[in-house]
């Protein structure tokens, strides 16, 4: 599991400038929820950058989602993202 948030973190790391990231897993939280997998992730992303601030929150969170695309598909089954002055 470190492993993978630590494949998460590179990826974001290499396509947005940034200055800290943090991932929180939140899955134990939503384990009586409908759709709940034990195969896929509820994370907390906490970004520090200047260069998303800069921009629209929303331009941002798709930015993002993009660049997590297909973990999106096969392994996160929901995320957060908190986008930090």
Same mark, same amino acid.
């Given at each position: 599991? /470190? +492993?993978? =948030? +630590? $494949? !998460?973190?590179?990826? !974001?790391?290499?396509?947005?400038?940034? #200055?800290?990231?943090?991932?929180?897993?939140? *899955? &134990? @939280? &939503? @384990?009586? &929820?409908? =759709? =709940? *997998?034990?195969?896929? =992730? &509820?994370? #907390?992303?906490?970004?520090?950058?200047?260069?998303?601030? *800069?921009? *629209?929150?929303?331009?941002?969170? @798709? @930015?993002?989602?993009?660049?997590? $695309?297909?973990?999106? /598909?096969? /392994?996160?089954?929901?995320? +957060? !993202? /908190?986008?930090?002055?």
């Amino acid at each position: 599991m /470190k +492993e993978y =948030f +630590e $494949e !998460i973190k590179q990826k !974001i790391k290499k396509n947005i400038n940034l #200055e800290n990231i943090e991932i929180i897993d939140n *899955s &134990h @939280k &939503h @384990k009586k &929820h409908k =759709f =709940f *997998s034990v195969n896929k =992730f &509820h994370l #907390e992303l906490k970004i520090k950058s200047e260069y998303l601030n *800069s921009i *629209s929150r929303l331009n941002a969170q @798709k @930015k993002i989602m993009k660049i997590l $695309e297909k973990d999106l /598909k096969n /392994k996160i089954h929901a995320i +957060e !993202i /908190k986008i930090e002055k």
